[in-house]
C-alpha cells in the first residue's frame, strides 16, 4: 500500500521562498497590518476580574484562595471613636509569609458617635495562594475582595469625600469620575442597619448587617468594573434610623488608558523581509 503524503512535506527551502514571495506580492501590506492589529487591540486581560471574596464577622479569620490576585482591598466598619482593630493575613500557614507592610488606607470616612467607614489596598502583594488566611484581633468586621489586572505601579486614581447620615434609609459616596477607562470602582460603608443593604449603581461583594447583641457595626464592599470612565455614586439602602457612613475609591487597571495620553503605549512596527 503506498501511503499518500501531502506535497508541502516535500518541498523544498526553494519552492516555499517562492511561496511565500508570491503571497506577500499579492498582499503586500498583510504583515504590517496584522501586526498593528494585534498591539493596538484592546487586551482583555488588562480589566480587572474579582479572584475572591469573604468577609471576617463574628469570626477570627476566614481563608481564601488569591492566587493570581495583584490587588486586595479590604473595607473596615466599626465604631467611629475606636482604634481597636488589626488588619492581617498570612499565606500557607506561615506567619512570616505576610503582606503586612503592604496595605494603606486609601480613605476614611468618620460618623461622630456612631459609625466609620475605611477603605485600605495592598498593590501586587507578596504573598497570595490557595491558603490566604486575613484575621482581625479586635472583632471588628474586615470585608475582603481580590483582583487580577492591577498596574504594576500608581494604582490608586480618585479618592471620594465619603459622606455620613442617621436616620435617613438610603446614603451615597458622593460622585467620583475616574481619569481613565477599565477602572475598579470600590465603595465601602459602615451602618448601624440590622439590614445588610441593597445597592444600585454597583455589586454588593460582601455586606453584613449589624449584631446588635454584640455591638458589631454592619458594613460591606460593593464594586463597579468600569469600560469607559463614568461618573460613579452608587446608592446604599438600609433601614431607616440607622447612622451610616460611606466612602468611595477608584484604581487604575493594567490596561487603563487615561485622560491627557497616559495608559497603554501603542506603537506600529513594520516588518520588512
Known amino acids: 500500500m503506498m501511503l499518500q503524503t501531502s506535497p508541502w512535506c516535500w518541498e523544498t527551502p526553494t519552492q516555499r521562498r517562492l511561496e511565500r514571495s508570491r503571497f506577500l506580492t499579492r498582499w503586500p501590506n498583510m504583515r504590517a497590518l496584522l501586526l498593528t492589529f494585534l498591539l493596538l487591540a484592546p487586551r482583555a486581560f488588562g480589566a480587572y476580574t474579582l479572584v475572591a471574596h469573604g468577609q471576617v464577622f463574628s469570626t477570627t479569620d476566614i481563608t481564601l484562595n488569591t492566587t493570581g490576585a495583584s490587588l486586595?482591598?479590604?473595607?473596615?466598619?466599626?465604631?467611629?471613636?475606636?482604634?481597636?482593630?488589626?488588619?492581617?493575613?498570612?499565606?500557607?500557614?506561615?506567619?512570616?509569609?505576610?503582606?503586612?507592610?503592604?496595605?494603606?488606607?486609601a480613605a476614611v470616612k468618620l460618623n461622630p458617635?456612631?459609625?466609620?467607614?475605611?477603605?485600605?489596598?495592598?498593590?501586587?502583594?507578596?504573598?497570595?495562594?490557595?491558603?490566604?488566611?486575613?484575621?482581625?484581633?479586635?472583632?471588628?468586621?474586615?470585608?475582603?475582595?481580590?483582583?487580577a489586572g492591577a498596574p504594576s505601579t500608581s494604582v490608586l486614581d480618585v479618592v471620594g469625600t465619603g459622606n455620613a447620615n442617621v436616620g435617613p434609609d438610603t446614603i451615597q459616596p458622593g460622585p467620583i469620575t475616574p481619569q481613565c477607562s477599565k477602572e475598579l470602582v470600590v465603595m465601602g460603608w459602615s451602618t448601624?442597619?440590622?439590614?445588610?443593604?441593597?445597592?444600585?449603581?454597583?455589586?454588593?461583594?460582601?455586606?453584613?448587617?449589624?449584631?446588635?447583641?454584640?455591638?458589631?457595626?454592619?458594613?460591606?464592599?460593593?464594586?463597579?468594573?468600569?469600560?469607559?470612565?463614568?461618573?460613579?455614586?452608587?446608592?446604599?439602602?438600609?433601614?431607616?434610623?440607622?447612622?451610616?457612613?460611606?466612602?468611595?475609591?477608584?484604581?487604575?487597571?493594567?490596561?487603563?488608558?487615561?485622560?491627557?495620553?497616559?495608559?497603554?503605549?501603542?506603537?506600529?512596527?513594520?516588518?520588512?523581509?
Open 72 to 105: 486586595i482591598v479590604i473595607t473596615i466598619s466599626n465604631w467611629s471613636g475606636s482604634g481597636d482593630w488589626t488588619l492581617g493575613d498570612y499565606v500557607d500557614g506561615n506567619g512570616a509569609h505576610n503582606n503586612a507592610g503592604c496595605y494603606t488606607q
Open 113 to 147: 458617635g456612631h459609625t466609620a467607614s475605611r477603605i485600605f489596598y495592598c498593590l501586587n502583594p507578596t504573598w497570595v495562594g490557595a491558603a490566604h488566611v486575613f484575621y482581625n484581633g479586635y472583632g471588628v468586621p474586615l470585608f475582603i475582595a481580590a483582583y
Open 192 to 273: 448601624e442597619s440590622g439590614s445588610s443593604g441593597a445597592l444600585n449603581g454597583a455589586t454588593i461583594v460582601e455586606s453584613h448587617g449589624m449584631d446588635g447583641g454584640n455591638d458589631i457595626k454592619g458594613g460591606g464592599l460593593g464594586h463597579l468594573i468600569q469600560t469607559t470612565a463614568t461618573i460613579a455614586n452608587p446608592t446604599l439602602t438600609v433601614s431607616a434610623g440607622a447612622g451610616n457612613a460611606t466612602t468611595i475609591v477608584s484604581f487604575k487597571a493594567a490596561d487603563s488608558v487615561c485622560a491627557g495620553g497616559g495608559g497603554r503605549v501603542q506603537r506600529r512596527i513594520i516588518v520588512g523581509e
